[in-house]
């Protein structure tokens, strides 16, 4: 029974991903407040990440302006990058660390975990769609490229810092001046 549930959801999950891959939600740009999306995706993981021991640490800049954004989209990259970082946990515990700060006309979302890190060799597939070193129970290997699609769509970029052993690093920098 629960593995059935589990397989739907795994379909679900599929077709939603291959149909954003095609055709982002179509939305209006309205002001985001990111740290409410944040904490809003937080609470729906917050059980499985404690029940892994993974600590959550935020360190949120003091009147971070709203960010001109589709909240769908920007909900769908914020929780593909939690989840990367949550999968990226090999044993019980490590830590996810969020922070936010304005930077030159910009807002930056930078999202570090202790994980496993990523090979210089596949750091060159990262954004590839359909890339993925996940079981394909887990992962399509759509999440990063679909995020980068609706972050250029906002005028903003995905960077990443990583190394093997050394955790990810990955930031979001969305232009406050709409596009
Ligand atoms: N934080 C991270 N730490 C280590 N590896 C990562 C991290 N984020 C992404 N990766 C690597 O990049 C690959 C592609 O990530 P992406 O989010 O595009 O796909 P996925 O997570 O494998 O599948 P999906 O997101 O479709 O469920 C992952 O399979 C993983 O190898
Ligand atoms: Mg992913």
Redesign the pocket.
């Known amino acids: 029974m629960n593995l059935a549930i589990k397989e739907c959801n795994r379909v679900k999950?599929l077709l939603e991903?291959l149909q954003s891959f095609h055709k982002p939600s179509p939305g209006k740009k309205e002001p985001v407040d990111l740290h409410k999306i944040l904490d809003e995706i937080l609470l729906l993981t917050q059980k499985r990440l404690s029940q892994m021991e993974v600590k959550i640490i935020k360190h949120y800049a003091l009147g971070l302006p709203q960010v001109p954004a589709v909240t769908d989209q920007i909900k769908q990259v914020i929780l593909?990058?939690l989840?990367?970082?949550e999968?990226?946990m090999t044993a019980k515990g490590g830590e996810i660390i969020i922070s936010t700060k304005e930077r030159d006309d910009q807002v930056q979302l930078r999202i570090r975990?202790t994980?496993?890190?990523?090979h210089p060799e596949?750091m060159k597939k990262?954004?590839d769609p359909f890339?993925?070193?996940?079981s394909s129970i887990?992962?399509?290997?759509?999440?990063?490229?679909i995020?980068c699609n609706i972050i250029h769509a906002h005028g903003g970029k995905i960077t990443v810092t990583?190394g093997p052993g050394k955790?990810?690093e990955?930031t979001v920098s969305l232009p406050l001046k709409g596009t």
């Open positions: 999950n991903n593909n990058l989840q990367n970082a999968e990226a975990d994980g496993v890190g990523i596949q990262l954004l890339f993925t070193t996940k887990k992962g399509t290997g759509l999440g990063l490229s995020s990583s955790g990810s990955f």
